[in-house]
């Protein structure tokens, strides 16, 4: 299974250089479903200085006409670029897959491709009740539907790139001819496997607990391979991670190693390790520019229910 099982071959979406045919392009490489292993050397694209290289977009905002669309509570929109010439993701439920092309300023949408298949690892049961892509009613099934019809029919031909940085946060926009907006927001950037991520705290419902006693000696080391190594404060450990869309999840964590420590340490050692063990389906956001991390996971009611909070550090 790979960290990388689903979205996570989110590799560069084209070439540096003029602007490819959407029409060229294979049919095959990363996306939602497809394995990711560690890439040859990966090109970066020239599109918006390079944001779109290796990465996967939230979508936050949607414009149509001067209008400000609100978007469903259940919806999950996402776009990944890849360097197969392909753009995946989901209009707010619905996958899709198309081929596409970057240059400096402007993304071209061609042909609709059939979505790849999702990961054949899967987390544990969603509760039951409303929740992701799950509405509890008629009316809510149709607000999603319309919603991802207004999301489809920007996201088509060609649109424009431009970049902005408020408080911290990339926000990618893409807009049509007709000045329709789709405002993206970075969940995770190319240096995601290049960081080793601190775990500062644990969240349940709407707060956030107590420092962690291990400190630095906490953190997890995601690899494209699809392994995870890292420290839970005494003991090493591993485990597997799987990311599609904006959703992650652990398998098979394990101790690799055999050492006892101060009372506290070994007790939050064991409380992450179950929580882990749980296999929870996360959403995660992962921003290159404020080196931080949160994994949250994904629950129509409580909206939080469990939580993960990490810093960046160097990767020794």
């Not at 904006?246 to 929580?275: N, S, W, Y």
């Amino acid at each position: 299974m790979s960290v990388v099982a689903a979205v996570t071959a989110l590799v560069v979406l084209a070439g540096c250089g003029g602007e490819p045919d959407p029409g060229g392009g294979t049919e095959g490489g990363g996306s939602a479903g497809a394995s990711a292993a560690a890439s040859p050397v990966k090109k970066r694209p020239p599109g918006a200085g390079g944001l779109l290289s290796d990465g996967v977009w939230k979508l936050r905002g949607v414009t149509v006409r001067g209008r400000e669309e609100s978007l469903p509570p259940e919806a999950r929109a996402w776009v990944a670029l890849h360097d197969d010439g392909t753009a995946t993701g989901d209009y707010g439920c619905r996958p899709f897959r198309k081929k596409a092309a970057v240059a400096a300023a402007r993304l071209r949408l061609g042909e609709e491709l059939a979505p790849l298949p999702p990961p054949t690892a899967s987390p544990a049961a969603p509760v039951e009740g409303p929740g992701p892509c799950q509405p509890d009613s008629a009316a809510g099934e149709k607000e999603l539907t319309d919603f991802e019809k207004k999301v489809e029919k920007v996201f088509q031909g060609k649109l424009s790139l431009s970049q902005e940085r408020p408080h911290g946060e990339t926000l990618l926009h893409l807009r049509n001819p007709l000045g329709d907006d789709l405002t993206f927001v970075q969940a995770r950037g190319d240096d995601f496997f290049k960081r080793r991520w601190n775990l500062q705290a644990v969240t349940v419902y709407d707060g956030v607990g107590p420092d962690l006693a291990a400190g630095e000696q906490l953190y997890f080391d995601f690899h494209e391979n699809g392994e995870v190594t890292g420290k839970l404060g005494c003991n090493d450990f591993t485990a597997e991670a799987t990311f599609s869309g904006l959703h992650m999840f652990f398998r098979e964590p394990v101790l690799t190693t055999d050492r006892r420590c101060g009372r506290q340490v070994m007790v939050e050692e064991a409380d992450i390790l179950k929580t882990l063990k749980k296999s929870l389906r996360y959403t995660y956001a992962a921003q290159s520019g404020r080196g931080s991390m949160t994994l949250t996971e994904d629950l129509g009611f409580p909206s939080v229910e469990t939580g993960l909070m990490f810093s960046a550090l160097r990767r020794r």
